[in-house]
């Protein structure tokens, strides 16, 4: 049966703008709603990079801008 509280699988990937993979956040069962991600951003270098998310079949692109 289905429990009240609808969980979402969520996959994160962190891609350089060369589309190099840099990390990848393992995917976890959200709350529906607001969503908090922790990067590990020390071990890479300053520049612009892609946040891609997967969730529920859909596909979000977000730029991210690390100095």
Do not use: F, M, N
Not at 13 to 36: F, K, M, N
């Amino acid at each position: 049966g289905k429990s009240g509280e609808r969980k979402q699988s969520i996959v994160v990937t962190l891609v350089d703008i060369a589309g190099r993979l840099r990390q990848r956040i393992p995917a976890r069962s959200y709350p529906e709603g607001r969503h908090e991600l922790h990067l590990e951003t020390s071990s890479l270098s300053s520049g612009e990079y892609l946040l891609v998310i997967v969730s529920g079949g859909e596909k979000r692109t977000e730029k991210l801008i690390i100095h």
